[in-house]
């Protein structure tokens, strides 16, 4: 899963974009998508193409809404995930063609207990999917015909935040007779947590039907298992087409007091139905978490249900603003292995000069941070050599131990050492000294045993190496100074090109011989000496 996307070239890449608005596809608003994405630093486009528009009148299609997307996204260099906004919009049948909404015995919508309509359609009824097939089998017919060389459209996702609005499952004729149905064979051995069975005499229970399988999520794991089967026919349909790969996006259940229907979509592939979403899909290559969640223990709990062995981690939503995505999106990678994360809500981002806006800033250092060391985060990912550091509430400092030196993160915020050495970025510059104000954070990669590269913004790296076990006097090593940041081979800034490290500044003297610091998501490679030059005689 460690490249599972791959540009033109067929060459990994680790994607970092943000999401246009819902409405921006065929407007000029695209442009301002691309432009807050270049002042993210990222390489990537996610915009809705929408159902209504390529087939307002039935059988009758066209493409130049996707056209147009794909060459604004090609001719600004971007890489595009495209949306299929159709059935489903969180749950809602907004961009269905008006023949599908005037026609509801046809094309029926879901009934909640009461008989009455949800704004759902449901995915019980065959001739709702046959019609959404058929338009995204057009679309993705074109899209190979138009595309397949410059792979400019790298995945689509099928659908938006599936599943019910406003009722725990469909409780038409229809559905009601498919409940009745024995539960599939190949769900049978599945097991949810707290469905009120744990400990209960199997031997009583009738493992034939939802509610013996399932218990209180019976009708939860019923209404996930049809639209998991909704989705995955679309997605078979689509890579008969053109074989790329097929996502889709969950709105999150791990909110609330989780109780589907009511704290989020029912039928959603949300972490307790994954099990079930995964045997209902296997035409659908990633299941995706859109999390908006801002507490740490929050954001990593989720981030824990997605990265699966059967499912790399990749974030198409998040916040667009403020600290905590910034924050929580350098754990996702290190401690969650992302292959990557997109922010909703692009054009959002700037001001009406196209400058970025204030509270844009924490995150697009984030981004950029990603970018930098892009090529190595997509090699290491997953071995243990991926670190992230993030400023916590009241903390200065992080340490980290590794087998052969120790590692201190020291935070700029709120700290005495406001050190302003060691780049090339003026820190006593007016207009750099927000840098100094930055939510420190940064990721550490290790590439050698005595070789790290980091990058991130307000944070200050100290290396000190390690007594060898063996070593008889090991005090005497910890108080000399060669076994601190002095012991440097190296202290470089650059970039990466092509896969390949390019030095750009070399620092020394007062840039090199303090803390090793990194600003604005600026990348730099320390190469330490093997030879702490203790056994000189």
């Not at 792979?151 to 938006?160: D, G, P, R, S, Y």
């Not at 769900?187 to 209180?216: A, H, P, Q, Y």
């Not at 981690?313 to 905590?324: D, Q, R, T, V």
């Not at 292959?339 to 984030?366: N, Q, R, V, Y």
Request: proline share 4%; charged share 25%; hydrophobic share 35%.
């Amino acid at each position: 899963m460690n490249d599972f996307f791959r540009d033109e070239n067929g060459q990994p890449m680790f994607l970092l974009g943000l999401q246009a608005h819902n409405s921006s596809t065929g407007t000029d608003m695209i442009k301002k998508a691309i432009k807050a994405i270049s002042l993210y630093g990222g390489n990537l486009l996610e915009a809705p193409i929408y159902w209504n528009q390529i087939e307002a009148e039935q059988d009758v299609y066209d493409m130049k809404l996707v056209k147009d997307l794909i060459d604004e996204t090609r001719e600004a260099g971007l890489k595009l995930i495209i949306l299929w906004f159709a059935t489903s919009k969180n749950g809602h049948p907004n961009y269905v063609p008006d023949y599908i909404k005037l026609q509801p015995d046809t094309y029926r919508l879901a009934l909640g207990p009461d008989r009455a309509p949800v704004p759902s359609l449901s995915p019980h009824c065959s001739a709702t999917l046959e019609r959404d097939r058929k338009a995204f089998e057009k679309m993705m017919t074109f899209i190979k015909e138009y595309d397949e060389k410059q792979k400019t459209v790298l995945a689509v996702q099928i659908e938006n935040e599936m599943g019910y609005a406003n009722t725990d499952r469909d409780y038409s004729l229809k559905a009601c007779e498919d409940y009745k149905k024995p539960v599939p064979e190949i769900l049978r051995n599945v097991t949810l947590e707290d469905t009120g069975l744990e400990g209960m005499d199997t031997g009583t229970l009738d493992k034939s039907t939802w509610r013996g399988c399932f218990g209180r999520h019976a009708h939860e794991a019923f209404s996930a298992w049809y639209h998991a089967c909704y989705i995955n026919e679309i997605a078979k349909a689509g890579k008969a087409c053109y074989e790329i790969p097929m996502i889709t996006n969950v709105m999150v259940g791990e909110q609330g007091y989780e109780e589907a229907g009511r704290c989020y979509n029912s039928g959603a592939a949300v972490g307790r139905m994954l099990d079930i979403w995964k045997l209902g899909t296997p035409y659908l290559d990633l299941i995706c978490p859109d999390i908006y969640q801002q507490a740490k223990k929050d954001y990593a709990r989720i981030c824990s249900r997605y990265d699966r062995v059967d499912n790399a981690l990749f974030i198409p939503e998040s916040p667009l603003m403020g600290e905590a995505n910034a924050m929580n999106a350098l754990m996702a990678v290190a401690d969650y292995k992302a292959i990557g994360i997109s922010c909703f809500g692009a054009e959002s981002a700037l001001h009406e000069d196209g400058t970025l806006l204030e509270g844009a800033k924490p995150m697009a250092i984030t981004m950029k941070t990603l970018a930098a060391l892009a090529p190595l985060i997509i090699k290491y990912r997953g071995t243990g050599a991926v670190h992230a550091f993030v400023q916590d509430e009241f903390a200065t400092k992080d340490y980290l131990r590794l087998p052969r030196y120790h590692i201190e993160a020291h935070y700029i915020r709120n700290n005495k050492r406001k050190q302003s050495y060691g780049s090339r970025i003026n820190m006593r510059a007016e207009e750099n000294r927000w840098n100094l104000e930055e939510r420190g954070r940064g990721l550490l990669i290790q590439t050698g045993e005595d070789e790290f590269y980091i990058a991130g913004a307000g944070i200050a790296f100290d290396f000190i190496r390690r007594p060898d076990p063996l070593d008889e006097n090991p005090y005497i090593q910890l108080s000399s100074r060669q076994a601190g940041q002095l012991n440097f081979l190296s202290v470089e800034e650059g970039h990466f090109e092509n896969g390949h490290w390019i030095t750009d500044y070399l620092r020394n003297g007062d840039e090199a011989n303090f803390s090793v610091y990194t600003h604005g998501g600026q990348a730099v490679r320390i190469r330490l000496n093997p030879n702490i030059g203790m056994d000189q005689k």
